[in-house]
């Protein structure tokens, strides 16, 4: 009866991480998508048009995933501590999110006048700085967590199925509660607290990332190549 306390103990001690930061990326999503929904609406304002709207979020996240996906996977394979640098890219995430109304309608009263294509390319590139810190998140919670799990496989999904979980809830939430009742900025506010809360959660887990650094060098030679796909793997999750 000892041993089996001993062992549910162990167990526990090693899933807490992988729990933590699920929950971590669970609101992450949701926050990701909250910035989304409220980016639609305010691009709506200077375009006029919700296709055109729509089509600048959508081509701005899915290029901005694909391309920091692929700066994350080369940074978190040289990254002491890809868990800290990612709590510190949700941040900039939170930073960027409470300026970009600002930012987003500075650019539409100057612009205007100014040619579609430029407008729709200045905007496309000032979204691109934000969905490019988001595309980088997961690569970084790849890389510290393929060192505690032997299939890279099951953390990928795991940590994509959460997050685009998140998302979901996410974007029901500001488009049918939060925008109504907070308004755009409010929305955004929550949105930028919840990427700070993810910020500061990753950092008690530290420590935890660290512990397989002992680990016999046989088994850490198995797991580079496992990491080296998974980083790679996560460029073509991005551009998908």
Not at 72 to 99: D, Q, T
Not at 128 to 142: A, F, K
Request: glycine share 12%.
């Amino acid at each position: 009866m000892r041993r089996t306390n001993i062992i549910n103990k162990i167990d526990l001690r090693e899933k807490a991480p992988i729990i933590l930061v699920s929950v971590l990326f669970f609101l992450s999503g949701a926050a990701g998508l909250m910035y989304q929904t409220v980016w639609v609406r305010l691009l709506e304002l200077y375009f006029g048009v919700t296709l055109t709207a729509i089509t600048l979020i959508v081509s701005a996240y899915m290029a901005g995933l694909g391309l920091g996906s692929m700066i994350g996977g080369r940074i978190a394979g040289k990254s002491r501590n890809p868990i800290l640098l990612y709590g510190i890219i949700e941040v900039a995430i939170g930073v960027f999110g409470i300026l970009s109304p600002t930012l987003i309608n500075w650019l539409g009263q100057n612009t205007a006048g100014s040619p579609y294509a430029l407008v729709f390319f200045l905007s496309f590139a000032l979204l691109l700085i934000q969905t490019l810190l988001m595309g980088m998140t997961l690569p970084l919670l790849t890389q510290a967590f393929v060192k505690r799990m032997e299939n890279s496989g099951q953390v990928i999904g795991l940590l994509y199925g959460i997050n685009t979980l998140g998302a979901a809830i996410g974007a029901l939430a500001s488009g049918y509660i939060l925008i109504g009742w907070f308004g755009f900025g409010g929305t955004l506010l929550i949105a930028a607290v919840i990427n700070f809360i993810v910020g500061a959660g990753a950092v008690p887990l530290k420590p935890g990332m660290e512990v397989n650094a002992e680990q016999p060098s046989h088994r850490d030679d198995a797991a580079n190549p496992s990491t080296s796909q998974s980083l790679s793997f996560q460029a073509v999750l991005g551009f998908a």
